[in-house]
């Protein structure tokens, strides 16, 4: 069983920086491929980046992509730093955890709670 909990959420104007963090209390966490979600008010939960259980393969959307970094280190933590922040970043944002992972939802085995983000213009 794999728990994950998501940190650093909150308001930010647009053109800001936040940085999310994602605890996993794993024992085997560099066996788990971490990725991000998240899930605008009245929309579905999408894809928005991966790490590979290495580190050495990203992926992002496209939305996303050269505004927000995806880590990982070896304390069980993810992270997902996020620049130039824009109103349409809005959402509860999740982290999740797989041995292989994707860009679907049903690709992922483990969920957090979420985390806020909320972006003013």
């Known amino acids: 069983q794999v728990q994950l909990v998501e940190s650093g959420g909150g308001s930010v104007q647009a053109g800001g920086s936040l940085r999310l963090s994602c605890a996993a209390s794993v024992r085997t966490f560099r066996n788990y491929a971490m990725g991000w979600f998240r899930q605008a008010p009245g929309k579905e939960r999408e894809f928005v980046a991966s790490i590979s259980w290495s580190g050495n393969s990203k992926d992002y959307s496209d939305s996303v992509k050269g505004r927000f970094t995806i880590s990982r280190d070896n304390t069980n933590s993810a992270y997902l730093q996020m620049h130039s922040l824009k109103p349409e970043d809005t959402a509860v944002y999740y982290c999740?955890?797989?041995?292989?992972?994707?860009?679907?939802?049903?690709?992922?085995?483990?969920w957090g709670k979420g985390t806020l983000v909320t972006v003013s213009s």
């Open positions: 999740a955890a797989d041995f292989k992972g994707g860009a679907y939802v049903r690709s992922w085995a483990y």
